[in-house]
């Protein structure tokens, strides 16, 4: 499966953007999705999840600013981030939850202060 991500951008603190991650090659909708981010410096960690079920999750910090969704006809992923702060800095990338397909280029959010 190939992942592409789009999206990003600068925004300033407080303002939105909307990520979407297409993916090529594969039966899509049996896969549980993830975004991912890496901040520099830091190690790549997962922000939300969505299973092939409809569960979805997120990590502590984003809980409540952001919305992971998917269009598995269109083979399609969207995170809605919303409340951007400046922690939220970060490459971001969609992906498999594991095992990973391999990682696309990701995105840029730059959220300034």
């Known amino acids: 499966v190939q992942l592409q991500a789009s999206g990003g951008g600068l925004v300033q603190a407080g303002g939105s953007l909307r990520l979407s991650c297409v993916a090529s090659?594969?039966?899509?909708?049996?896969?549980?999705m993830g975004w991912y981010r890496q901040a520099p410096g830091k190690q790549r960690e997962l922000v939300a999840t969505?299973?092939?079920?409809?569960?979805?999750d997120y990590v502590s910090s984003v809980k409540g600013r952001f919305i992971i969704s998917r269009d598995n006809a269109k083979k399609m992923v969207y995170l809605q981030m919303n409340s951007l702060k400046p922690e939220d800095t970060a490459v971001y990338y969609c992906?498999?939850?594991?095992?990973?397909?391999?990682w696309g280029q990701g995105t840029q959010v730059t959220v300034s202060s």
């Open positions: 992906n498999k939850v594991r095992p990973f397909a391999s």
């Open positions: 090659g594969t039966i899509f909708s049996i896969y549980d």
């Open positions: 969505i299973r092939t079920g409809g569960i979805i």
